[in-house]
């Protein structure tokens, strides 16, 4: 998540439980409010209810891209787009992009329904073109317009 956004929204509106779960993995500020005080905001502030209803949209559509996702691309496809998706959150340099801290293999095989294995496959096939390169705890994606284009590739979007 980047600064400035919000979770916990969806039992705050509904009262249902939780969606998933939040964990840290740098220091970080963050504030509270319970479920009752969201929903009076909401109420009370109609462009607070138009934000939160367009960040909403925006959850349901890249859910369905995920949905997508597993349902028909291979497994390095869905590599190259849980990288890409990661670096669009990470500082820009012209066309490359630090993902700062690096996610584990692990971290990117449980995101993309694989293993580990095929996740260290393909990140050093990428890194052997010159698209991404791991220095120290940073993940840097070197070239994010052809990483974008391979995505594309697969998904034709």
């Given at each position: 998540m980047?600064?400035g956004?919000?979770?916990?929204?969806?039992?705050?509106?509904?009262?249902?439980?939780r969606?998933a779960?939040?964990?840290?993995?740098?220091?970080?500020?963050i504030?509270s409010?319970?479920?009752?005080?969201?929903?009076e905001?909401?109420?009370s502030?109609?462009?607070?209810?138009?934000?939160?209803?367009?960040?909403?949209?925006?959850?349901?559509?890249a859910l369905t891209?995920r949905?997508y996702?597993?349902?028909?691309?291979?497994?390095?496809?869905r590599?190259?787009?849980?990288?890409?998706?990661?670096a669009?959150?990470?500082?820009k340099?012209?066309?490359?992009?630090?993902?700062?801290?690096?996610?584990t293999?692990?971290?990117?095989?449980?995101?993309?329904?694989?293993?580990?294995?095929a996740?260290?496959?393909?990140?050093n096939r990428?890194?052997?073109i010159?698209i991404?390169e791991?220095?120290?705890?940073?993940?840097?994606?070197?070239d994010?317009d052809?990483l974008?284009?391979?995505?594309h590739?697969?998904t034709?979007?």
């Amino acid at each position: 998540m980047a600064a400035g956004e919000i979770f916990g929204e969806f039992p705050a509106i509904d009262g249902g439980s939780r969606s998933a779960s939040v964990e840290a993995r740098t220091n970080c500020l963050i504030a509270s409010m319970g479920g009752s005080t969201f929903r009076e905001l909401l109420q009370s502030e109609p462009g607070l209810a138009q934000a939160l209803l367009a960040r909403l949209v925006k959850t349901i559509r890249a859910l369905t891209t995920r949905v997508y996702e597993f349902s028909t691309l291979a497994v390095n496809n869905r590599i190259q787009a849980e990288s890409l998706r990661l670096a669009s959150l990470g500082p820009k340099e012209g066309t490359s992009a630090r993902i700062v801290p690096a996610p584990t293999h692990v971290e990117i095989a449980s995101r993309v329904s694989t293993h580990r294995e095929a996740v260290t496959r393909e990140l050093n096939r990428l890194s052997r073109i010159g698209i991404i390169e791991r220095r120290g705890g940073t993940l840097l994606v070197k070239d994010i317009d052809r990483l974008a284009e391979m995505v594309h590739d697969a998904t034709g979007e």
